[in-house]
């Protein structure tokens, strides 16, 4: 067997166990976790919630709240250097894995989900601030982890001396699997599902409109400032679920969409082609070549309510679309080959 390795999760500075309860997604956090746990190794918990969740795969770690507190950790506890590799959950949690590295030469691998920069810019905000965030981590890191071939590929431009792995999002397949319910292609009123946060980069409000337009029933599993928005344009927004739970709601949705105007490798999308719901994604998201999912321009409610309409106009195809995405992540993304992938990089960083 390996040698124990004492590994420290690093989340976004500012976030705790409560945090990603609060999204529904501590349970998957969890099973991130365990994986480290079954390979035999340590998971300490860096947190910046003075009370916060148990948290049951080795020591939690309290940092001080706020960019200063973040970054004046690592000089200051002791408990930074009983680590012996550092595993950023992003960007924002590597700042203070930048510092540990230059005090401890602890190493570090950190994940890149997303184009940050290009969900600042549709906020109207600046993307400077993101660019300086990369080059401040991403040459430090002994790996970065990118699940979006598009986005991994730019990156290896901008930064050709640093180790860009590509990583695809795991799936835990003995949860999110088809559940017959026999109640689906029976209704009178179809259910189209999104699950996330509702923030202005999901481009909710277009998918609502398109979705009403065609009788159907759009529900989101999820919540955020765009909520009451997304509720006036017609949606019913049920708020955070707890991640065990989604595939039960998944199990009612005739379709499920992803709108959204930038994404990195949507965890949510294979979950749902996982449970073998036929999927609809903005042609705005790039990195998905190939994927069996219906693409429509996300800007065009009237294209958008036309490819929905494909879906709900025709169960057999349905069916088959939901089939095929369902294999394709069964082959792509089990959960136990890119655990084992992800714990060898961080072994070997």
């Excluded at 009178?188 to 409000?205: A, M, T």
């Excluded at 959960?335 to 960083?349: N, Q, S, T, W």
Aim: charged share 25%; with cysteine.
């Amino acid at each position: 067997m390996d040698p124990v390795v004492v590994v420290g999760f690093l989340p976004a500075i500012g976030s705790s166990l409560w945090s990603f309860n609060a999204t529904g997604q501590a349970e998957r956090l969890y099973a991130h976790a365990r994986w480290y746990q079954k390979a035999g190794h340590r998971v300490d918990w860096f947190t910046y919630h003075p009370r916060d969740m148990a948290w049951p795969f080795g020591t939690r770690v309290r940092v001080p709240s706020g960019l200063r507190g973040a970054l004046l950790a690592p000089l200051r506890d002791p408990a930074w250097g009983h680590v012996e590799k550092f595993r950023a959950l992003n960007l924002l949690g590597a700042l203070p894995a930048v510092i540990a590295r230059w005090r401890y030469e602890t190493p570090f691998v950190v994940s890149v989900g997303a184009d940050y920069e290009a969900i600042a810019r549709i906020h109207g905000r600046a993307a400077w601030k993101w660019r300086w965030l990369q080059r401040l981590v991403i040459p430090s890191a002994s790996t970065v982890l990118v699940s979006n071939p598009d986005l991994a590929a730019r990156l290896r431009r901008q930064f050709p001396y640093a180790h860009i792995a590509d990583h695809l999002n795991w799936v835990d397949q003995s949860l999110f699997r088809p559940i017959e319910t026999g109640v689906r292609w029976k209704r009178s009123v179809p259910r189209v599902y999104f699950v996330g946060r509702l923030v202005k980069e999901k481009n909710l409000v277009t998918a609502a409109r398109a979705i009403q337009r065609i009788g159907a029933r759009f529900v989101c599993v999820g919540d955020g400032p765009m909520a009451d928005e997304v509720r006036r344009a017609g949606a019913e927004v049920v708020g955070v679920q707890p991640w065990p739970s989604l595939p039960k709601w998944l199990a009612d949705a005739e379709a499920f969409i992803m709108p959204s105007l930038s994404e990195g490798q949507p965890k949510a999308l294979l979950e749902a082609m996982a449970c073998g719901v036929p999927c609809l994604v903005a042609e705005d998201i790039k990195g998905l070549a190939n994927w069996p999912v219906l693409r429509a321009d996300a800007n065009d409610t009237s294209a958008l309510s036309g490819r929905v309409w494909d879906i709900l106009a025709d169960e057999y195809e349905a069916r088959q679309l939901g089939e095929i995405g369902r294999r394709f992540v069964t082959e792509r993304h089990a959960a136990e080959p890119l655990m084992r992938a992800e714990i060898d990089m961080v072994r070997a960083a």
